[in-house]
């Protein structure tokens, strides 16, 4: 078993900050990426930004700049730093993990967590 547990959501003003983080917990083997997405009411989760093992981290283009993911594997953590914030980032954010576990198959698979609510307003 597997668990992906957010945390640090909540509501901003525009212009403001916010650091989500992300722990994974169980009978993890090799993690091959952690990362965030989003998802609006009516559209797709799309990513956010992804941090892959032993490459560099990748970003949509409408947060480059403003947000910065971070790992720290000795926890199994992934942070999302987002500054800057504006309204268009209001969302339900996930945390995705692509992982190996020391059950079988013994092949990556994904795991997501429960989503935080991520709020820009005036």
């Known amino acids: 078993q597997v668990q992906l547990v957010e945390s640090g959501g909540g509501l901003a003003q525009p212009g403001g900050s916010l650091r989500l983080s992300c722990i994974a917990s169980?009978?993890?083997?090799?993690?091959?990426?952690m990362g965030w997405y989003r998802q609006t009411p009516g559209k797709q989760r799309e990513l956010v930004a992804d941090?892959?093992?032993?490459?560099?981290?990748k970003y949509a283009d409408s947060v480059k700049g403003r947000f910065t993911i971070s790992r720290d594997n000795a926890k199994n953590t992934v942070y999302l730093q987002m500054n800057s914030l504006n309204i268009e980032d209001t969302a339900v954010y996930y945390c995705?993990?692509?992982?190996?576990?020391?059950?079988?198959?013994?092949?990556?698979?994904?795991?997501w967590g429960q989503g935080t609510q991520v709020t820009v307003s005036l």
């Open positions: 995705h993990a692509d992982l190996v576990t020391y059950s079988p198959p013994y092949e990556p698979d994904g795991y």
């Open positions: 169980g009978e993890i083997h090799i993690i091959h990426s």
């Open positions: 941090a892959i093992t032993g490459a560099s981290p």
